[in-house]
């Protein structure tokens, strides 16, 4: 395999002093167990994991301690056999000091592990499928050594199509020398994880990339891939940061990851050496992430190495294997110096995310000076890798405009400290972007929370309008139910439309009151037996009663009015009625729905018996008087006038019927108006307005259209109701309100006729 490949380069970078051989002058050493091991519970990136042991439970080696919590989370499993003796909140290595909660074991001594693991392990893993691969990846517990701590399982499912899998063996940053070591010494191991991965996300083909100050990692690696073409070792300058994943796809591939982009935007997956081994152990060995390869070193280490320690080891536990200090550290670094963070002691666990704990002396790193004035020179624009502004991304990070620091690309800023490093101001510029971006991600996690909370808010009005429109909705076909119903109850009661005449002849609930009134006297007078049947006063009563009782029940007859059977049968009641009460035997005549108004001739009636009465009581009139004398002859013959007027008005169409019709009515009134009058002032009143209003019915059908007729009815309308309220109050009040309602149903029709009604 030529080394003569093409590579390519990337912007900016430094040239660094190493110091890898402080710790690769001995082979990994395994670490003993220790006493206690601390595992907490988020030891990688994503949802830390659930416990599910409790406290004085007994765990094993490669026992599940605590199972993940959401897709972006990994198991925890137990280092060593021993006991739980505590879940509590202990200081982590982190950035930012904090503590979370772990689970503590003390440990027996006897490192027992599982009986029976808990996957079975595969010797050839290439009839495994995709899914089975990545769900024992995902058991295992496996997280990137490399230092992000990143779900491993998710990379190897990628959901697309992958063209080239890459092993970022660059290991660029100084004092650390664990993924060299490895690459060493357990190269096949690494190429085994390989073929796994390669197996599991589809890609044709590996590239391993491995800077050139690492010979004896380059050629163990070439050595153990001998076998299989779709593995190339590519060898790539030592310059920092080429172990950055960005920085090596370019320097391998020529291309670039878009901005704040992933490797897999453009077909690429990395991985990281320690993580290939790890994969290999899990599916070939059924053996879960307990331990891992770390680096102690620094000026102040007796015997600087690297150790396969198990996870949860405390720091301090392999620092005193390395032979412990020589002399009390400057600073406590987990990982180098340029992307490392400080420790506050060395009584912290060794995590999955742990690749070296550097112990420096005191002034064997760049001192911490202290800040000065950015004067501009523009040298951390020229070692940035990334191409970004620096010097921009201060000032807005200083001065808290965030937005502006994420619109010059924050986020594509990989934390390298090469800025900072040549900053000769000594401003702490990674400092001012991490916490730029820490506020950044703080305010868009309280958007996502505000954005929930509208949403939910939002939800809920909505629902509350819409329960609110149905209970609106609800009262609405409620109201209009009870309204549908009441007017069908009232359509069951109501009378007859406008523009029909009732049966009984009642077109003025005044004058129907009045009758209905009197009926009822006249009724209780005849129970109650103040008068003889022989009586004139009595039978003219029982024959007015008669009568309105056969127009009654012609009203209320399930029959039209014209239909002759129904006729004869009111006729017969009427008679009947008639007789019983001792009156005279004439039928009433049962007129149809357009007959004219019926109960004033009974009110007429009425009228006329009590003045006879009065008039026999009085002894002034004769048995045999005179027709003409007489106020219910004169009753009578206004009666038949209308009668024949109204008659004659049902045939519209004949102008000749007509006017022979009014003429005749005309002549009736004129001689019932000219007869002697009668000393009964209450009878007279009673004739004059029921022939004048004959008259007027008579008139109406020819004279519609005239005004000069509308006029003179109106006129005599008002005559007679002047004349009406002047006559003498008669003694008898039955007949005072009989005349004044007669009266006043003149008055009010000659008012309401319209002026063009026909």
């Known amino acids: 395999m030529s080394l ?11 040239h660094l002093d190493y110091r890898k051989d402080m710790s690769t002058r001995h082979p990994i050493r395994v ?59 202990r200081p982590i290595p982190h950035v930012s000091g904090l503590a979370a909660p772990c689970i503590v074991i003390d440990t027996d001594g006897r490192d027992e592990s599982l009986p029976a693991p808990e996957w079975a392990p595969v010797d050839d893993f290439s009839a495994l499928d995709a899914k089975t691969l990545r769900e024992t990846v995902r058991r295992a517990g496996i997280a990137g050594l490399g230092g992000a701590g990143f779900p491993s399982f998710i990379k190897l499912s990628p959901g697309r199509s992958v063209e080239t899998l890459i092993i970022n063996g660059a290991e660029c940053e100084p004092y650390i020398s664990c993924d060299q070591q490895l690459m060493a010494e357990r190269a096949d191991e690494i190429v085994g994880g390989v073929q796994v991965i390669l197996q599991a996300i589809g890609a044709p083909h590996c ?76 599916v070939r060995h059924a053996e879960p992430l307990t331990a891992r390869i770390v680096t102690v070193t620094g000026g102040v280490v007796a015997q600087p190495q690297n150790f396969e320690a198990r996870i949860g080891t405390p720091m301090q536990f392999l620092i005193e294997q390395a032979g412990g200090y020589v002399q009390p550290p400057g600073r406590l670094l987990m990982g180098g110096p340029m992307m490392g963070f400080a420790l506050p002691s060395d009584a912290l666990p060794v995590i999955k995310s742990t690749n070296c704990i550097l112990a420096a002396a005191p002034g064997e790193l760049r001192p911490d000076e202290a800040a000065m004035p950015c004067i501009r020179c523009g040298a951390c624009q020229e070692a940035c890798p990334v191409n970004l502004l620096p010097q921009q991304l201060y000032w807005h990070a200083r001065g808290g405009e965030f937005d502006k620091t994420r619109a010059l690309n924050l986020f594509d800023c990989i934390e390298c400290g090469c800025c900072a490093q040549v900053c000769p101001s000594h401003i702490p510029l990674v400092q001012y972007y991490r916490h730029a971006k820490t506020e950044i991600w703080a305010e868009d996690r309280e958007k996502r929370k505000a954005d929930a909370a509208r949403e939910r808010h939002e939800a809920r009005q909505a629902r509350l309008e819409r329960e609110e429109r149905e209970k609106e909705e609800a009262r609405a076909r409620k109201k209009a139910q009870l309204a549908a119903r009441k007017a069908d109850a ?269």
């Open 207 to 282: 590239l391993i990339g491995v800077e050139d100050n690492k010979p004896d990692a380059i050629a163990a690696l070439r050595a153990a891939a001998a076998q299989d073409e779709r593995i190339q070792v590519r060898v790539v300058l030592t310059r920092y940061p080429q172990g950055g994943e960005k920085q090596l796809i370019q320097t391998l591939t020529g291309r670039e990851v878009p901005s704040e982009g992933l490797p897999l935007d453009i077909g690429l997956v990395v991985h990281n050496p320690g993580t290939a081994r790890a994969v290999y152990r899990a």
């Open 490 to 758: 009232d359509s069951s009661e109501a009378p007859p439309a406008a523009g029909a005449t009732p049966a009984d002849g009642t077109d003025d609930p005044v004058a129907a009151a009045i009758a209905a009134a009197k009926a009822k006297k006249a009724a209780a007078q005849t129970a109650d037996g103040s008068a003889a049947t022989d009586d004139p006063v009595a039978r003219a009563i029982a024959a007015a009663k008669a009568k309105k009782a056969a127009s009654t029940d012609n009203s209320n007859a399930t029959t039209p009015a014209d239909d002759p059977v129904a006729r004869a049968i009111a006729a017969a009641k009427a008679k009947k009625a008639a007789a019983a009460a001792g009156g005279p035997a004439e039928a009433p005549v049962v007129r149809p729905r357009k007959a004219p108004p019926s109960d004033d001739a009974v009110a007429a009636a009425i009228a006329a018996a009590q003045a006879r009465k009065a008039a026999k009581a009085a002894g002034t009139e004769p048995a045999d008087a005179p027709p003409a004398d007489d106020p219910v002859a004169r009753a009578i013959a206004a009666a038949k006038a209308r009668k024949a007027a109204a008659e004659q008005a049902q045939d519209a169409a004949d102008p000749v019927a007509q006017a022979i019709a009014a003429a005749k009515a005309k002549k009736a009134a004129r001689e019932a108006t000219t007869a002697p009058a009668s000393d009964d002032p209450v009878a007279k009143a009673i004739a004059e307005a029921k022939a004048k209003k004959a008259a007027k019915e008579a008139t109406a059908s020819d004279n519609a259209d005239d005004p000069v007729a509308r006029a003179i009815a109106a006129a005599k309308a008002r005559k007679a109701a002047k004349d009406a309220a002047a006559t003498p109050a008669d003694d008898d009040p039955v007949a005072r309100a009989i005349a004044a309602a007669k009266a006043k149903k003149a008055a009010r029709e000659a008012a309401d006729k319209p002026d063009g009604a026909s």
């Open 4 to 14: 003569m490949q093409r590579l390519f380069n990337f912007r900016g970078g430094l």
């Open 31 to 89: 670490a003993p167990v220790p006493p206690q091991l601390v595992l907490p519970l988020s030891q990688h990136a994503g949802a830390p994991a659930k416990p599910v042991v409790k406290v004085g439970e007994r765990v094993l080696r490669g026992q599940t301690i605590a199972q993940p919590d959401g897709f972006v989370s990994v198991p925890i499993h137990a280092s060593s056999s021993g006991t739980v003796v505590a879940i509590e909140s």
